[in-house]
């Protein structure tokens, strides 16, 4: 399955090159410093941990799109699992290519919730070998999970002012509030084996201050159509699970809410200024090391290391193809041997 999510990451990243070529602007703070940068060739190259949980808000159902390829660009375009809700598992293939993918689907019913992600995360927390396994014997995994629960849209809108006002809290601008229970219990799970939490902020351009972005750019649009945003931006945060008070709901409820309103400023500061805020500080050398420099702004388009990776697809049909052929003909020569033919 590892290998196949590699292929998908890979054949996704080719098709947005050709039917739906976008400008990737993508900066980081001072968390991210030393993480990314930009190859001699003009791509974007992250060290992303192999094991983490991503978090960012959610806009437009492409918002995947940009993330594996953000997981291409750290050699973990194999290990993306993401949590999304139920009625998608119900697309015809691409619903069950999920299933076998070992994404978690929710039904928003927190006590048949819990069962699954106990089940998945239990998965993900065993330690096993094999060709594709992490270091520590874990498997690599970028655990993708959208607090909003849902894309900014009109409905979405309604419903986090319904639930600022249940809770007497002011409602956001730019993005919905979040739920914790479903990412506190993920942490909670993976406290040992996951060190950091990443954080991406996502803005399109295209989309006027007041408007949803899945009311301009839909999967069909910018695939078939030709319309799509000229730019994606990608604002990366991360902050270590050992700071985050995980064994009180409501201190990290207010925790995750306060991340939230610092990504509702960047988007703010997207609108005014057309871009988020970069790193392009230094820190001092330590032990001899080079220092680390910010990343500042990185432009780059979503394209794959080689113009023909995109064929690596066809080699395990192939070898199994050749393999069927050996067999028959080793079937073929024994019955020949045996004057059965």
């Not at 941990?49 to 660009?73: F, G």
């Not at 993918?101 to 006590?111: E, M, V």
């Amino acid at each position: 399955m590892a290998v196949t999510k590699q292929h998908f990451g890979v054949v996704s990243a080719t098709m947005t090159k050709w039917w739906a070529p976008v400008t990737m602007k993508v900066s980081g703070d001072e968390s991210v410093r030393g993480q990314l940068r930009r190859s001699d060739d003009g791509r974007l190259e992250c060290d992303f941990p192999e094991r983490m949980v991503l978090i960012t808000n959610h806009q437009i159902y492409t918002d995947w799109v940009y993330l594996w390829w953000s997981a291409y660009t750290a050699k973990m375009h194999g290990h993306l699992f993401i949590i999304l809700k139920e009625s998608i598992k119900y697309i015809p293939i691409l619903g069950q290519g999920m299933l076998f993918y070992g994404f978690i689907f929710l039904s928003r019913k927190w006590a048949d919730d819990q069962k699954r992600f106990s089940h998945r995360l239990q998965k993900l927390n065993s330690h096993h070998s094999g060709p594709l396994s992490g270091s520590n014997y874990l498997d690599p995994m970028w655990l993708l999970i959208f607090p909003e629960g849902t894309n900014a849209s009109v409905n979405g809108r309604a419903s986090s002012k319904k639930w600022a006002d249940k809770n007497n809290m002011e409602d956001t601008r730019h993005v919905l509030l979040p739920r914790s229970t479903g990412l506190l219990y993920c942490l909670k799970e993976l406290r040992n084996t996951v060190d950091y939490v990443y954080d991406c902020t996502m803005a399109y351009e295209g989309v006027p201050r007041g408007k949803y972005g899945q009311d301009i750019f839909t999967i069909r649009s910018t695939f078939l159509q030709g319309i799509r945003p000229k730019s994606v931006s990608l604002h990366w945060r991360r902050f270590a699970v050992k700071d985050m008070p995980l064994d009180d709901a409501k201190a990290f409820e207010q925790w995750l809410l306060q991340r939230w309103r610092e990504k509702d400023d960047l988007m703010e500061d997207y609108i005014v200024n057309g871009r988020f805020p970069a790193d392009e500080g230094e820190s001092p050398a330590i032990n001899g090391a080079k220092p680390l420099r910010g990343a500042g702004y990185i432009e780059t388009e979503i394209r794959t290391a080689h113009p023909l990776e995109f064929l690596q697809i066809f080699v395990p049909v192939t070898a199994l193809g050749l393999l069927i052929n050996v067999v028959l003909k080793f079937l073929d020569m024994v019955l020949r041997i045996l004057h059965i033919r």
